[in-house]
């Protein structure tokens, strides 16, 4: 799928991101990033999630797609009957195709790290 494309993503990530994010693919119904064709990778931990692809914001900064914590869930609604651990594969797909961001990670800071 990726190599339809003609890029060579694992160029554009770093060992060290290579160790941190986890691959996911198409079958997986995540969508190719409309932008650099790539299938993101995903973060994932306690305390958030976030995707990285072949984009930037800038040259020290990726373009990431960010879910709640589950902290920050709980601490919001007093339970986790809202937790989806799907949300960041839906966050992500959304972005794809509505260019609309669900969820931004300004807001939170200081309970997401
Ligand atoms: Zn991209």
């Not at 003609?6 to 290579?18: A, V």
């Not at 299938?39 to 040259?59: A, H, L, M, Q, Y």
């Not at 931004?104 to 309970?111: F, L, P, Q, V």
Request: aromatic share 14%.
């Amino acid at each position: 799928m990726i190599h339809d494309t003609g890029h060579e993503p694992h160029d554009w990530w770093s060992p060290r991101e290579l160790d941190f994010y986890k691959e996911v693919t198409v079958d997986d119904g995540w969508l190719l990033c409309p932008c650099c064709k790539l299938v993101p990778r995903i973060w994932e931990f306690d305390n958030g999630s976030s995707t990285i692809c072949g984009c930037r914001t800038n040259i020290y900064q990726r373009w990431s797609i960010h879910a709640e914590s589950i902290n920050h869930i709980y601490k919001r609604d007093g339970n986790l009957s809202n937790y989806d651990p799907d949300r960041l594969r839906k966050y992500w797909n959304r972005w794809v195709e509505t260019g609309e961001v669900t969820y931004d990670n300004r807001g939170a800071k200081g309970d997401d790290v």
